[in-house]
């Protein structure tokens, strides 16, 4: 620590002390308060593209319809819901559960071709009973 006696003072000319120079106004200009203009270039180096991305979508592939063990579990006498639930074609939150099931049984009493040949689900009603269902299905869509 120094003594009042080591430091040394300068003495400042014709008696006026000099204030610090002000950083913001460099000479003795008068600034406006407009802000600086700035050029284009640079505008355009400081604008980010926004490119809108997407979220990634899973393209969704087609799962074939398992018919054989449908026609196991339809010879075996289970339900439709049960078949459905275990071969995973069972929609919970659906208006209506079964249908994509119950499209591909139509398919599938139509005929299908497995291992080279032709195999048909059958009907566990009778045949009057579907002739009179396929009718009422023509007369309601016409």
């Known amino acids: 620590m120094k ?18 120079p002000n ?18 270039a640079k505008k355009l180096a400081q ?18 319809f398992p018919y054989e063990r449908v026609l196991r579990m339809w010879k075996g006498g289970k339900t439709l819901e049960t078949i459905a ?16 099931f119950r499209v591909s049984l139509t398919r599938f009493h139509k005929g299908v071709k497995l291992n080279g040949r ?3 689900l059958p009907y566990r009603v009778s045949h009057q009973t579907v002739k009179l269902a396929v009718k009422a ?6």
């Open 3 to 20: 003594t009042p006696s080591e430091t040394t003072v300068v003495p400042a000319v014709d008696g006026k002390e000099e204030s610090e």
């Open 23 to 40: 950083l913001a106004v460099p000479s003795g200009q008068k600034v406006s308060g407009k802000k600086t203009p700035t050029t284009v």
């Open 47 to 64: 604008k980010k593209s926004r490119k809108a991305t997407k979220p990634a979508t899973k393209k969704l592939k087609r799962r074939p």
């Open 85 to 100: 639930r275990a071969v995973g074609r069972y929609h919970k939150n659906a208006d209506d559960p079964l249908r994509s």
């Open 118 to 120: 032709l195999v048909t």
């Open 137 to 142: 299905g023509r007369k309601a869509s016409a």
